[in-house]
């Protein structure tokens, strides 16, 4: 019973962490800032922040700030992040134009797609003869994506001729990353429950 206990391999499982006797490490994580291998800031802070996040909930884990403290290292790279344009709205009338100061010829609500794809990698830490730089084992390799949608508006203000859509539309954009991410911290805390 002492060898099987001894011998048993590290495992998360949602809710609690088990593990058998080793250092005080093994149950700290590390999940440094994800790389962004897009053309467009933005992503890495929050997809991070989700990741780290969701990570704390799982009891007996516990997120540290440095790769020197933890067993165990968690590395995302965001592969696509973009927009593409759904189905637009019916185009402004002449009479919605005076109405309500939309550009006339010009699509007023578009439904616009948003994506996220990111590949992440769980690593184990293994000492080795050299104490200053431990050797990784890959536990697992795999690719997340999640997907949302918003209405992007096209508005113009006659008086002060110019438009206040781009700022509407970085909001509710950045909204709909952050809900990406959230879902994208929860896909990954299923496989670290599920594999590692």
Known sequence: MVLLTSSCAYRLRRGSLS?????????????PIVDNLTS??????????AIREAMSTLNGLEVVNSESEARFVLQGHVKEW???LGTPSPLATQEEENR??????QTSVADIKVFLTADFELFEKIPSDNAQIPVRRSLWKRQFRAESNYE????FDELAGSSS???INRSRERLQLGKMSDSMALQIIDQVSQDF
């Open 19 to 31: 593990r058998g006797v080793g250092e005080s490490q093994s149950s700290r994580i590390f999940v």
């Open 40 to 49: 467009e800031a933005g992503p890495e802070a929050v997809l991070t922040g």
């Open 82 to 84: 973009g927009r593409r």
């Open 100 to 105: 309500g100061g939309l550009i006339r010829n």
């Open 152 to 155: 992007a508006y096209n508005r």
């Open 165 to 167: 859509a781009p700022h």
